[in-house]
């Protein structure tokens, strides 16, 4: 049964509202440093980040650095290493551990805009969940392959997926330029990800609501 699907942009507590148990999409425009590939060496395709395994399953696919003009093209404001995904090629990751969410800071978004024949694509073995680049054009996004454009690089949270350990990313044509973000963990600027402002806000929400709530029921029992 395919998953059903709920795509929101802007802030992260928007995303949260929609049926139980459908999978949301939140976008937030770059630029982003995450750290997540660092330590690799450029050229890579079959490593290890912690517990969590990489490996190539067809084509060219390999961690990048920097720009290399008519191959790969590093996100907006990217200076850690990326994946790089050519066209016609597949990478894989093994979680060691089973994931509900993902966070991908996805570079030079192509959504086949223009009939361009170049699209970018995501996919988890669960419910056959796809996200493509396209997909993510309707949600606001630039799909032109603009790597100096946030509305083009943006970091794409997935949540309310049923638990899965198995992903893969592909693309039709050069390139899908992207990192994975660790909830929690800094830019290299040390300035905390968009994603850790956002669930931080929606904890800050929730006090404050609570609060107002129990103010509020205090002032009804006194009158």
């Not at 980040?49 to 084509?59: A, E, Q, R």
């Not at 396209?134 to 638990?163: E, H, K, R, Y």
């Amino acid at each position: 049964m395919r998953k059903t699907l709920l795509m929101t942009t802007g802030l992260a507590w928007l995303a949260l509202t929609g049926a139980a148990g459908a999978a949301t999409v939140t976008l937030t425009p770059g630029p982003m440093n995450p750290s997540y590939f660092n330590g690799q060496s450029v050229g890579a395709s079959n490593f290890s980040v912690g517990g969590d395994t990489w490996s190539l399953v067809s084509g060219l696919a390999n961690i990048a650095i920097g720009t290399t003009p008519s191959v790969s093209a590093a996100p907006l404001g990217m200076t850690n290493p990326y994946m790089s995904v050519e066209g016609g090629g597949e990478e894989q990751v093994v979680f060691g551990k089973a994931q509900t969410s993902i966070s991908i800071y996805w570079g030079s978004i192509d959504g086949n805009q223009g009939g361009n024949n170049n699209l970018n694509s995501f996919a988890i073995t669960v419910d056959g969940y796809t996200l493509t680049g396209a997909d993510l054009v309707a949600l606001g996004a630039s799909g032109t392959g603009d790597q100096f454009s946030p509305s083009g690089n943006q970091l794409v949270t997935i949540t309310g997926l049923d638990a899965f350990t198995t992903a893969t990313f592909s693309s039709s044509a050069n390139a899908f330029e992207f990192s994975l973000v660790t909830p929690g963990v800094v830019t290299t600027g040390g300035t905390p990800e968009p994603s850790t402002w956002a669930m931080m806000g929606i904890g800050f929400a929730a006090l404050g609501y609570a609060a107002f709530r129990r103010n509020t029921k205090a002032r009804a029992l006194a009158i």
